[in-house]
Each structure stands twice: as structure tokens, then as C-alpha cells.
């Protein structure tokens, strides 16, 4: 009777000895697999970040690539374009240049800048056309239409251009509105001045300046400047213009010069 009544309690025994064996088993796998997922933690983001890494720089070369085609392809467009505008813009100047032959008997001569002087005692330009071109002193130097200056120095295959603003010289002129006349003065630095206008003569603020072709160097009506001030020399005598030139001596390119 003892014997059947110890099975079932031995039975418990197992069972119990069973399932904490496995609770065991099953603690110790879980350790164990805890203990190589940290292990391979730190491995498995290094790897990840190297490729990551890896990917985005060649992502990165291939955008710098494509970045630097469009820039080459930007600056072969702009400098074609540049040529192009700059071709534009020389045919316009020397179409304007040619269309003054129909206003002198000789034939003007289409002449290049290639130096320019500037100081308080000169300014002038050096031109690309000399003796061997049938170029001579004293020739008259235009630029858009209007009197710049005068041949003063020869070479074969260069000329010295002094400027209307260069101290040195002289140019007989009126104003183009009243008629009222004075002598054009050199000043430097970009300016000029109009002397020995009678006191009581006509002459205001804004007229046209234009040679009077006295001299004759300078035939008859060219554009000289535009006036900037007018005011009384200070013996009461005579009045004094302050003239602008009517284009910039200093940011032509060609010249035309005419007899």
C-alpha cells in the first residue's frame, strides 16, 4: 500500500526535477545568447557604419563629378558667349566709325588703341596706325562721332594722339546753340575749359560745344563736349566754361582719323 501511494509522489519528484532543469537550461540559453549579441554588438555597427560610410562617398564623388561637367559646361557657354558679345559689340563701333565718311571729303582712317597716358601734365593714346597708313601730324582724332584729340607724334606704324584734355592743347570752338565762340583749353583728368568768352556773350549751362573750323586743323562742327559751369574770369573781362568731353577719351577702343 505504501509503495503505490510513493509513485505519485516520485512522479511529482520528476516532473518538478524536469521542469526546473529545463527553466535552467532555458536561463543559461538566454544568457548565452545575450552574452553573444553584446558580444557582436559592437562589430555589427562598425561594419554597418563602413558601408554606410562607403555608400554616401560614392554618392558624394558622383554628384561632385556631375557638379563639375555642369561648371565646365557653364563656363565653355560663357565664354562663347562672351566672344560672341564682344564681337557684337566691335561691329556696332566700327559700323558707327564708317558711317562718318559721308560727313569729310578724305577718306577716314579706322584706327586701333593699343596705349593710353594719363597724368597731370599728358594724356593721350597711342594708336596702331602710323607714316606707312598715310597718317600725318596734326590729323584730327575722332571717337562716336565727337573730337577727341590730334596727331602729334609719328612713327611708321604707330601714332601719338594728344587728347583735348591734355594741358598742351588748343581748339578753337562755339557753342553750338548761340554761336557764341572761346578757345577750348586742355585741363587734365578729364576735363576741359572754354576761355576768352566775350562777358556779355550767350552761353549756358548744358550747351554743345563744337570746333568752329578757324584753325583748320579740325573741319567745322565736330562734337567737342557738353558745359558743365559757367563763370566770370576774375578781371571782369571775359567769362570761362568748364566743358566736359561728350565721350570718354579713356574708354575708346577704336578711332577714326580725318582730315
Known amino acids: 500500500m505504501k509503495k503505490i501511494q510513493s509513485?505519485?509522489?516520485?512522479?511529482?519528484?520528476?516532473?518538478?526535477?524536469?521542469?526546473?532543469?529545463?527553466?535552467?537550461?532555458?536561463?543559461?540559453?538566454?544568457?548565452?545568447t545575450l552574452g553573444l549579441y553584446s558580444l557582436l554588438k559592437?562589430?555589427?555597427?562598425i561594419v554597418s557604419a563602413v558601408f554606410k560610410t562607403g555608400y554616401e562617398l560614392l554618392h558624394f564623388k558622383s554628384i561632385a563629378n556631375e557638379n563639375?561637367?555642369?561648371?565646365?559646361?557653364?563656363?565653355?557657354?560663357?565664354?562663347?558667349?562672351?566672344?560672341l558679345n564682344e564681337a557684337l559689340a566691335e561691329n556696332k563701333r566700327l559700323r558707327e566709325i564708317l558711317a562718318l565718311k559721308d560727313r569729310f571729303s578724305s577718306r577716314p582712317i579706322v584706327c586701333r588703341v593699343i596705349g593710353r597716358v594719363s597724368s597731370n601734365w599728358s594724356e593721350g593714346l597711342t594708336i596702331d596706325k602710323g607714316l606707312s597708313d598715310g597718317l600725318h601730324e596734326d590729323m584730327a582724332i575722332l571717337a562716336n562721332g565727337a573730337l577727341i584729340g590730334k596727331i602729334t607724334g609719328l612713327g611708321k606704324s604707330t601714332a601719338r594722339v594728344s587728347l583735348i584734355t591734355d594741358p598742351e592743347m588748343r581748339i578753337a570752338a562755339i557753342s553750338e546753340r548761340s554761336r557764341q565762340g572761346g578757345l577750348i583749353y586742355g585741363i587734365a583728368r578729364g576735363r576741359c575749359i572754354m576761355k576768352f568768352i566775350p562777358k556779355d556773350a550767350d552761353i549756358k549751362v548744358d550747351d554743345l560745344v563744337v570746333s568752329s573750323g578757324i584753325s583748320g586743323i579740325y573741319?567745322?562742327?565736330?562734337?567737342?563736349?557738353?558745359v558743365l559751369d559757367v563763370k566770370t574770369e576774375p578781371n571782369g573781362l571775359y567769362q570761362f566754361a568748364l566743358v566736359e568731353p561728350a565721350t570718354s577719351p579713356m574708354m575708346i577702343e577704336e578711332v577714326i582719323a580725318i582730315e
Open 219 to 226: 573741319p567745322k562742327g565736330i562734337l567737342i563736349g557738353i
Open 42 to 45: 559592437i562589430p555589427t555597427k
Open 68 to 83: 563639375l561637367r555642369l561648371q565646365r559646361e557653364t563656363t565653355e557657354i560663357r565664354s562663347k558667349l562672351a566672344t
Open 7 to 32: 509513485k505519485p509522489l516520485f512522479l511529482v519528484i520528476v516532473i518538478t526535477l524536469i521542469i526546473i532543469t529545463f527553466i535552467a537550461f532555458e536561463s543559461a540559453s538566454n544568457r548565452a
